[in-house]
């Protein structure tokens, strides 16, 4: 049974945790904003990018529903940030349309974790192949981090994250349980591919201290156990 000072030390870790994330899905959300937004300035134009024809509608137009309540939920917070956004103001009064690289600022990280994946794959591709990665990988990544900005707004428990949302960044070894892929590791891993390199350094450096500070503070139980539930599994990945 865990005692009084570790259920605190593993309050503390996760909290500091849940902050370190934040911070770095931040830089993460805006830089894939600005990247959907010069690619459909330069591709479809300031004023009728919003067109369902413009995304992934598949042969069967099975996506067409969900395009349909996209474009609406955008045009929507267009409209509730008119009068109270000062760009959005400033370009509805001017010039009567919002170009994408003002609209991208105030969508939320789900909306265009959305908007990203019902993108044209070749579009999609276009932005994941920037980080080396297949859009499959880049839009699951994106949902993830959603979910885990949810978490940490929302102050629940995340170092034992698991998710719908499946990764599998390395192919070349085996997996008998999908939950690997899905675990605090892999989105730590994640993050670190759509950073610049001395971001993810740092966000390394920030994650170390906090495990060997919460290593200090624990007796019942060890700090690979923690890493273990974290899915630093050394069987499966180099930690």
């Excluded at 990665?133 to 994250?161: E, M, P, Q, W």
């Excluded at 919460?214 to 180099?238: A, C």
């Amino acid at each position: 049974m865990l005692l009084f000072q570790e259920i605190f030390a593993m309050y503390k870790f996760d909290k500091n945790l849940k902050i370190i994330m934040l911070k770095y899905i931040l830089e993460i959300e805006a830089v894939i904003k600005t990247k959907i937004a010069n690619l459909f300035a330069e591709k479809y134009g300031l004023e009728d990018y919003l067109n369902i024809n413009n995304f992934d509608l598949k042969n069967d137009n099975s996506n067409l529903e969900y395009i349909e309540k996209l474009i609406e939920e955008i045009k929507n917070e267009i409209d509730k940030g008119n009068g109270k956004h000062d760009a959005i103001t400033h370009h509805m009064s001017k010039y009567r349309f919002v170009p994408p690289w003002v609209v991208t600022k105030i969508l939320s990280l789900g909306t265009i974790s959305k908007f990203y994946g019902l993108m044209k794959q070749q579009d999609r591709q276009k932005i994941s192949k920037q980080f080396h990665i297949n859009d499959r990988i880049l839009k699951n990544i994106l949902g993830n981090l959603t979910s885990v900005r949810n978490i940490a707004a929302h102050d629940d428990r995340l170092y034992t994250y698991r998710s719908t949302f499946y990764i599998r960044l390395d192919k070349t070894k085996k997996s008998p349980d999908k939950a690997l892929h899905t675990n605090m590791y892999i989105i730590i891993k994640s993050i670190e591919l759509l950073l610049e390199n001395d971001q993810a350094i740092e966000m390394k450096s920030l994650i170390t201290k906090e495990l060997d500070r919460l290593k200090d503070n624990l007796t019942s139980i060890t700090i690979d156990e923690v890493l273990k539930v974290m899915g630093f599994d050394k069987d499966y990945y180099i930690v």
